[in-house]
């Protein structure tokens, strides 16, 4: 808050006319840079489409290999318990062996004829469980091919995009030094809305010179009257067909 009071203040040492000017000089330094940036292209939108694709390749191997793991989990606590019921059916079966009578044997029986089910229920999981591992595992070697042909072509992408920020450093640089001085300038609400305007149109450009009678940005007539106003430059002339900010030429 303090720094936009402190801003605002200096702002109002300088005239509309000032204002305007350095309007009109910040478009022409943000329009230096947008051609800059022109020369990237696609380059940066592609590099984040491959980091987030890669970003979720990298993911769904890890839900995969989570997978992987606990099916493998799954299929050793069958083994274990296979080995334990056999444990116990070899246990029952020495205890059937030393029955006293009938009922002994027929009751001891049952329970191995339960360790046997229990068994065959273990193996049946383990042959799903290990079906599933097969699959599993397809699934994770083809991740992890797509994932390697994307870090590669993500590496490749990033290559360039370096190579050209590297070239055109400097320039933005300096261009950035010329942007803040004309930005001291300006107030911020009128910052405010030429960022807004640059936003909304498909050039960037929000200030425009008045060429031929006629609104640079949109070319749409702008009456005498209105065009004396812009030379005079007290206040701020927004074109009433699109939006943009008048201005006159510097010479003028």
């Known amino acids: 808050m303090a720094t936009t009071n402190k801003k605002a203040a200096e702002s109002n040492d300088y005239t509309m006319q000032e204002r305007i000017k350095a309007l009109y000089e910040l478009q022409k330094i943000d329009s230096k840079i947008d051609e800059i940036n022109k020369v990237k ?10 980091e987030d694709e890669v970003a979720g390749l990298q993911t769904r191997i890890d839900n995969i290999q989570n997978n992987i793991n606990e099916l493998t989990t799954l299929v050793r606590e069958a083994k274990e318990e296979i080995e334990q019921n056999k444990a116990m059916i070899a246990k029952y079966t020495e205890q059937q062996n030393n029955v006293r009578n009938n009922r002994e044997f027929d009751a001891i029986g049952k329970e191995i004829e339960y360790q046997e089910l229990q068994n065959q229920l273990c193996e049946k999981h383990i042959k799903e469980y290990t079906a599933a591992l097969k699959v599993k595992k397809q699934l994770l070697e083809e991740a992890e091919a797509v994932k390697a042909e994307r870090a ?31 930005r001291e300038v300006i107030d911020e609400r009128l910052l405010t809305a030429y960022s807004r305007i640059r936003s909304n149109v498909r050039n ?14 949109c070319f749409n007539r702008i009456p005498p009257q209105r065009q004396s106003e812009i030379r005079q430059g007290k206040k701020i002339i927004i074109c009433e067909y699109c939006g943009r900010i008048l201005v006159s030429f510097p010479e003028e």
Request: charge should be negative; proline fraction near 2%.
């Open 152 to 182: 590669v072509d993500l590496a490749a992408k990033r290559e360039e995009l370096d190579s050209i920020d590297a070239e055109t450093a400097k320039d933005i640089e300096a261009l950035r030094v010329e942007e803040a001085k004309a």
């Open 204 to 217: 960037g450009l929000a200030v425009v010179s008045v060429k031929r009678d006629a609104c640079g940005g």
């Open 41 to 50: 292209g696609e380059l940066p939108i592609e590099v984040a489409d491959l």
